[in-house]
C-alpha cells in the first residue's frame, strides 16, 4: 500500500461545536465515500469517494468562464425550453486533480465538494477547537463512512486517541471486519446505523449507488458485485455482534426511522430482539429528514426519498415506547444523554 494512502484522504466538511453526536462539545469530521447509498442520505456529497463539483443553476451566469477553464472538455451547456443550463461528466470529474473550474467561476454558483488533506493537517485543524471541547468532548468521525478509508480513518484515530482525544465514530456497518477489528483500541464510542434487519428490504441501502463508484475493498479482496441484487445486511449484522462483543467502550445503535421502510412493529421488534442478543441495550432514534433534498440537485441526483413522509411524534413515541417494553433503552433524536 502506498505511504499517501495511509497518511492522506478525502473528506468533505469539518464542523466544530456540535453537541450531538458524543459527549460534550465535538468537532465532525465528515469522510467522504460509503459503500452504501441510502435512499434517504442526508449528505449525498459523501457518497462518492473523489471530490465532485457541486453546481448551483440558480446562480449561473454562463459565461463559460469554467468550461474554458476545464482542461478535460468535462463541461457543456445544456440547452433548455425553460432555463439553460451546465451538464457535468461526472465521470471524468471523479479523476480530476486541478478542479480549475470551481477557481474560475466568479458567481458562487460552483464548489467542489470534498478535498485531500493529510493526517498532520487534519490534525494541526481539529487541533485549533480543542480549547472549545470542555471535559468530555472530542472528535467523531463521520461521513459518509469513515472506514470507507480504512487506513486514513485508522490513522487519524490513532493520532488524536494517543493525544488523550476522545475519538468516536458514527459507522454505517458495512465494511470488512479487519478494518474495524485494528481501529477498535483507539474509538471511545461507536454510533452503528441498524436500518433494517430484513434482507428483502436491502435494495434501499444501496438504492442509488453509481456504476462508476470506485471500486474498493471495503468488504474482502473481492467484493459482491453491488449492482447485482447484493444486499449487505448480513454483513452488517455480523459487524455489530462483533463490536459488542469486543469493543468495550460505548456503543449506541442508531435506527433512521423512515416511514414505510423500517418503522413497522415488525421490524422495530427483530431491531429489539438483535440488539439484546448483542449484550448491548441502547439505541438512538433519528427521524428522517429532507434538509439534504436541495444537495441531491447541486450533485445532478435524484432523490428518491421526495414521497416519504418525516415521520410524526407520536409515532416516534410508540417506537420509543416499544423499544422500551423489549428492555432497550431508546432515545429520539438529540436527546441521548451523553
Ligand atoms: S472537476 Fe475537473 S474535470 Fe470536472 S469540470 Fe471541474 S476541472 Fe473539469
Ligand atoms: S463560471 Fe460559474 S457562473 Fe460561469 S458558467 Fe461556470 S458555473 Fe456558471
Known sequence: ??????????????????????????TLIFFKGCSLECAWCSNPEGISFYPEPLYRNSKCTLDEHCINA???????????????HLNFRRDICAKCNTYDCASACCSDALKIGGYKVSVDDLYNRIHRDRQYWGEGGGITLTGGEPFAQPEFAFNFLKHCYEAYIHTAVETCGNVAWSHYKKALPYIDWIFFDLKTLDESRG??????????????DLLSASPPDRLSGYTPISNILENARRIAQEFPGRLIFRLPVIPGFNDDAENINN???????????????LPLHHLGREKYNLLDKQYYTNNFNIPANGNLENIAQQFKSLGITCYIGSETPF
Open 203 to 216: 435494495d434501499l441501502l444501496t438504492y442509488s449507488r453509481s456504476p462508476s463508484a470506485r471500486p474498493h
Open 1 to 26: 500500500m502506498e505511504q499517501e494512502e495511509l497518511t492522506t484522504g478525502y473528506i468533505f466538511d469539518i464542523q466544530g461545536f456540535s453537541v450531538h453526536d458524543g459527549p460534550g462539545c465535538r
Open 70 to 84: 476545464c482542461k478535460h472538455g468535462a463541461i457543456s451547456i445544456a440547452k433548455n425550453e425553460t432555463c439553460d
Open 271 to 285: 431491531t429489539a430482539s438483535f440488539i439484546r442478543s448483542t449484550g448491548r441495550k441502547e439505541v438512538n432514534l
